[in-house]
């Protein structure tokens, strides 16, 4: 017993390297185009290669349709999307790939943060204090007032924020869709949305800059898919710690491919984040864990249907 929990704790733990890996990779491949191509141009293109993966979960879920108020949000998510990919590719093309992984783990707290405010979960004073230290961990990877914030930066915050945005309103829709279904429609919406900002400065692609932006797409399928495997195979006190490594892979790319400087507080600031972001997350699972009931009610209710 306690040897298959172990390997299925290293599947778990190995999975969400994966993951990582994928992640990074997805920025590294934004970070190579840089600014050959207009941010919604490439955002276009990356979602159109995406979208091809998503075929067979997208064309049946079109076929069965959806109501009135499940298409507005599905709407309503694409809008969002569209926003903060632009962000995101405008940002990956002008700052450190470390600086946009760093600040991109903002959007787990803005999830946090929009729950409250907008759908009525408690924040206990742990998680608040645990959200006050992530924005402390932000503020030491911009510092404001220290130095100067660029463009980048600026977009990149706007775009946490409106990832943050569209993860809330995906909560509302997996409430009622398959997550497959979910993705798959936010893909749609998204190449749908970017089309005319793309047409408006379309600049021809070249075979090669195709290339890397299929493989965009293809990370990112491969990411998502890795982290549904680690969090299948252990539990999130085994898996979530292992994305502090995402910080350092992207370090290490933006030095070793980039020649990007390696800045300790984007480091620092970002490992403070991830910690706050992990016990948020650990937390929340131990609570559901207490508030699931145990076997003896399932089997009451069982015998008594």
């Known amino acids: 017993m306690p040897a298959s929990a172990s390997r299925s704790d290293l599947a778990g733990i190995l999975w969400m390297l994966a993951t990582g890996l994928c992640f990074v990779a997805v920025n590294g491949t934004v970070r190579w185009l840089g600014v050959a191509l207009p941010a919604a141009e490439g955002a276009f293109i990356r979602f159109a290669f995406g979208l091809i993966f998503l075929i067979p979960v997208l064309v049946p879920a079109l076929r069965q349709g959806f109501s009135p108020r499940i298409w507005r949000l599905l709407i309503l998510r694409g809008g969002l999307h569209v926003l903060a990919v632009v962000l995101w590719f405008y940002a990956m093309a002008r700052i450190t790939v470390a600086e946009v992984t760093a600040i991109g783990f903002l959007n787990p707290i803005v999830v946090t943060l929009g729950a409250a405010l907008l759908m009525g979960e408690r924040i206990s004073w742990r998680r608040a204090l645990a959200i006050l230290v992530a924005l402390t961990g932000a503020m030491i990877v911009l510092r404001p007032g220290i130095r100067e914030l660029q463009a980048g930066h600026l977009a990149q915050l706007g775009a946490a924020l409106a990832f943050g945005s569209s993860y809330l309103v995906a909560k509302r829709l997996s409430e009622a869709l398959p997550a497959t279904v979910v993705v798959a429609m936010m893909s749609l919406t998204v190449c749908i949305g970017l089309a005319p900002l793309a047409a ?48 350092l892979w992207a370090a290490l790319l933006g030095a070793l491919v980039f020649g990007e400087p390696v800045d300790i507080w984007v480091m620092l600031g970002g490992a403070i984040m991830i910690g706050a972001i992990c016990y948020i997350t650990l937390r929340e699972a131990r609570l559901r864990r207490r508030a699931a009931p145990g076997p003896h009610v399932l089997t009451r209710g069982r015998n008594s249907s």
């Open 200 to 247: 408006l400065n379309w600049v021809p692609p070249n075979l090669e800059q195709c290339a890397v932006l299929a493989g965009t797409a293809l990370f990112a399928t491969a990411g998502h898919y890795a982290m549904t495997r680690a969090f299948a195979s252990a539990p999130l006190t085994v898996t979530q710690p292992v994305v502090l490594l995402q910080l």
